[in-house]
């Protein structure tokens, strides 16, 4: 399967990315955002980081580079393509995804585990993926996710929410909402599902020894669903 | 021609910059403050000298740019 990341100037989780998708059997390439095209793919993956340092918002910079029209149209055509953090910020910034993504409500930096439920698994993303629960890694000042009521409707009708800030039992409350979400949305996909963007780092979690497995389990469930 | 524009977060947005800025001014004793809303003003000089144009095309930016249409207004406030 092949993959490929898209480097921003103020990606930071990009090499991340990379080890995390070889570690789990994808061929992946590395594509610099001034580049026009993207290499055959089979997922295409925006990292996380600090594009632009953030200027304008976070990801409006990022969303307008060359290499951004490519993965637009590899969206439309129906390829996966997935955000994390800053590449979630992009996502909504190309409209490829509804809503926005605002300043954490009690404007922290939030740097730390949280475990998010999944919420729809009728997707290339978590079809047969075993677990309900998954513990990940939050680092973000703007993941406070934000849309309008009918928005909201939309969202919920077509059943875009992917994953929602729990407990570790799964249990989604107020309480365990790190940033001040609406609903407590840590990741929502495109109508047609097969574009995801989410704050939580799974490429964070692919090490017993360094942090945990939970970003395992996601990464060889989609590549078995890529096959 | 030099353009001006202010982007405001819209009325339902939750604004926690403007809130902690509100509670400093109180701390700082200015205490009829209402509400502090924080936003973001441009200064765009343009090679186009004709106002209605230039505002056009400015208005185009700020659609496709500038602002965030999902939570922001935007406001052209003059043309020199």
Known sequence: ?227 | MKISVIITLKKDVLDPQGKVIHQALDGMGFNDVNEVRQGKYFEIDTKETDPQKAKNKVEEMCKKLLANLVIENYKIIDAQ
């Not at chain 1, 095209?37 to 969303?63: H, I, N, Q, T």
């Not at chain 1, 009918?150 to 309480?175: H, R, S």
């Open chain 1, 1 to 227: 399967m092949k993959s490929a990341v898209i480097t921003f100037p103020g990606s930071n989780c990009d090499r991340d990315m990379d080890v995390a998708l070889k570690k789990f059997g994808f061929n992946n390439k590395m594509v610099w955002h001034q580049d026009v095209e993207l290499p055959k793919s089979d997922l295409v993956v925006l990292p996380g980081g600090f594009s632009y340092g953030d200027y304008l918002r976070c990801g409006s910079m990022a969303s307008k580079s060359k290499i951004m029209q490519s993965v637009i149209n590899f969206a439309n055509s129906g390829g996966m393509v997935m955000g994390i953090c800053n590449g979630f910020q992009i996502l909504v910034e190309t409209g490829l995804v509804p809503g926005v993504l605002l300043r954490n409500k009690y404007l922290e930096f939030i740097c730390r585990n949280v475990f998010v439920k999944i919420n729809n698994k009728n997707n290339g993303y978590f079809k047969n993926i075993i677990n309900d629960v998954l513990e990940l890694h939050i680092a973000h000042n703007e993941g406070n996710y934000f849309c309008t009521n009918d928005q909201l409707k939309e969202i919920e009708d077509n059943a875009q929410v992917a994953i929602n800030y729990c407990d570790p039992e799964g249990k989604i409350e107020e309480t365990f909402n790190p940033n001040g979400s609406i609903k407590n949305i840590a990741g929502i996909f495109n109508k047609e599902k097969n574009v995801l963007g989410m704050m939580p780092h799974p490429e964070r979690m692919i090490d017993p020894y360094l942090s945990g497995e939970d970003g395992s389990y996601f990464f060889k469930n989609l590549i078995n669903n890529l096959k």
